[in-house]
Each structure stands twice: as structure tokens, then as C-alpha cells.
């Protein structure tokens, strides 16, 4: 009930504005379910059980209310959908002005309320298959004859590679939408976003995209091959930087487009569903600017690899450069030597980069050297180190701790 009153609600809202009189909505039961005046909700109304028995209009003026409780003067009309009478619209006012409004109200109410019902019809569908989404994607371990109803209500060959590509919308649509900015409601936000992610990211081969709740949106892509995912793969990027322009729109900057790896079949699903999460999850950690995100592009995995050195053999490298990293310039020192490899150790690209004359930079490589016994020209002394500086956040946190120790307290 509380629902029909609600759809109702919004129904009456729509029409009174192009309307210039006050109307009533009333179940198949004569109850009032959506009013102008909002008081009369949930009350009886007796002329509308006399329209739905002839299912024809009646109208009553002045004269005719008064035997009447809860009757105002005016044409009452019965709404129809599917064949069938399923409601009366009342339009309250002097029954000869009011009957020019009256067909054509009645038909528009009707498209708004089928409108409404289908709706809610695509709402359930969609509650469905984000149900059985989660299901297959957010359990380690699963039914069998669960997996298998999953699998079947979704449309899913179970038995096909495949993998998933996680669209991280964040908060976006839990916020309140300011009609200063677009005036659409979150239903028309959700709709036009799946329409753009179908737009540059759906082919004939998509096996679904769907919202997985209102953070994330979850692509399950099936492939026959390894070439086929290979083909997909080159075009990630260019389409999830396409998508987000498509976003920018709607002043969504904060959005995350990921993929994880390929899957033998829809039974480990779980782990490329799991693998595009991490990648977002560690990129929102370190405040990334890359928002497109896959093992398949080199720069995500360059950026990913100084994370994935394991922590004992880096407290070692970390310690030897316990004088450096407490020098005075040492920020200083650390950008330069930083963006002469990420110039290719070429020392005027780095120069040029960093705004300084050559000279400085060789005299801060120079520095280096000398402080820890390094060979900036050899390429492996530098991808150590590199990859060392480029996750110093923990290299601040071990060297703060190992200074606290108690003295003698630590060997290395």
C-alpha cells in the first residue's frame, strides 16, 4: 500500500503541474491513494466504487455533493491498464470547466502510471540479478545447485572463459542531487550511466552488465580464447577513457574502471572479481592518477611492482640508506634521481624535466653515489633502488621505528 501511495504521489505531482485544478487518484477499493491536498490519502471516496461499477465518467456539481462525505464538485473518470479498470482520477472543480482537461488527463495519468508499474517491474528484474551477481561473485565457496540456478537465471555459460570488469562509481549515487546541476533523479542518473557503459563497453559476446549494488557496476565478458581476450584487452583502455568522458557529464570524477584476469570458466569468476576490486582498492589507497586499471597495461603493473617487493629483503635495502634518507635534501635528492630513471637514466631529459641545468642533476647523482656506494649509470643499481623509493611511505614508517629502538637493539 505504501508503495501504491508513493507511485500515486508522484503521479499527482506530475500532473498538477500543467493542470490548473486539484485532483484525487483512487484505488480499485474507492480509497484515495494520491491527492493534491495530501490529507485526503488513505480516505474513502464513494463516487469512485459508482465509476468503477459503470466504468464511465460521472461528474457532480454543487448540488450534487452535499448527500456525499469526502465528495468535492468535479468529473470523476476511471483509469484503465491491460483491458482492465484499475483506478478512478478525480478532478476537482465546476464540472464544465473542468470536463476539457478530463480525457486528456485521464490518458496521461494512465502513461504515467503503466510507466510506473514497468518500473517496477525492470526494478525487480534488476534486484534479481544483482542477487544472483553477488551470489556468484562475492562467495568463496558455492552451491553447486545455487551456482547452477545462478547461472541459468542470468543467462551465464558456466563452462566459457571469461572475466569481470569492476566500474567503482563510489558514493555518486547516494548523494543528494542538486538541480543547480542536472535535474534528473537517481533512477535517471543509474539509467543514462548503464546506457554509456553499454554504449563503449557492451559487444556480442557481453555476457551481462549489470549494477552490483549502488557502488558498482560489474561487466562479465565471455570469451572462446586467449586471442579473443587479447583483442578485448587493447581496446580496455580506450573505451574506459571514452566512458569516462561520457561521465564527466554528470561531475563524476572519482570513477575507477578496472579488469580483472581471465577465468577458465563462471566457477572462479570470483578471482577476476577480486583481482579488478584489489587494483581499485590499492590505487584509492595511494591516491593514483591512473583510473583505468588492468594487469594487461604496463604502466599499472610498473606502478603496482615497488608494492609487491617483499618486506624483509626492503627493510635491508631500507637500512643501508638510513644516512641518505636522513639528509637534510634528501627530497630533493630522492625527485631528481626519480625522474632521471623515469627519463630512461638520460640526465638532460630529467634535467629538462625537473627544470634544472644538467650540472645539478650530475652533482645530486654524484651525491648519491658517494652516500650509498651506488652506480647511477648501471641500470640494475637503479631499478632497485627505484622500485625501493617508489614505496618509501613504508621505508619512512621502518626507519622511524628502527630510530625508536633501544640501542643494540636491532641487527642487520
Known sequence: MNELVHIAQNVVKAVSKGLPFSISLSDEYGYIIGAT?????????????KVL???????????????????????AVPLNFNHKTIGVLGIIGPPDKVKPHAELTKRYVELLWQDAFYRQIADLENKMIETNLQYILQNETINESQFKQC???????????????VIDLDNFLLQEFDDKIYPLTAINVKELIMRDVHLNFSNNDTSIISFLNTEKIVI????????????????????????LQCFQRYQMNSIYISAGKLTSSIRTINQSYKEANHLIQHHKNINSAQH??????WEIVTD?????????????????????????????????????CENGMNISEAAKSLFIHRNTLIYRLKKLEDTLSIQTRKFQHCM????????????SSYLYKLNNLPHNACDH
Open 37 to 49: 491536498d495530501p490529507e485526503r490519502i488513505g480516505t474513502y471516496h464513494p463516487v469512485s466504487k
Open 53 to 75: 461499477e459503470h466504468k464511465d465518467y460521472i461528474s457532480f456539481d454543487e448540488s450534487d455533493v452535499v448527500e456525499f462525505e469526502n465528495v468535492l464538485p468535479g468529473i
Open 151 to 165: 547461472c541459468k537465471t542470468l543467462r551465464l555459460n558456466k563452462e566459457m572463459m571469461s572475466f569481470c570488469i
Open 220 to 243: 562479465i565478458q565471455s570469451v572462446t580464447n586467449i586471442e579473443e581476450y587479447t583483442s578485448y584487452m587493447k581496446l580496455f583502455k580506450e573505451n574506459g577513457k571514452k566512458l
Open 292 to 297: 583505468i586499471l588492468s594487469y594487461y597495461d
Open 304 to 340: 603496482l611492482l615497488p608494492y609487491t617487493i617483499e618486506s624483509n629483503f626492503k627493510e635491508k635495502i631500507i637500512f643501508r640508506m638510513d644516512e641518505w634518507m636522513n639528509d637534510k635534501n634528501f627530497g630533493e635528492l630522492k625527485a631528481s634521481f626519480i625522474a632521471y
Open 384 to 395: 632497485l633502488l627505484y622500485l625501493i623509493l617508489k614505496n618509501d611511505g613504508e621505508s
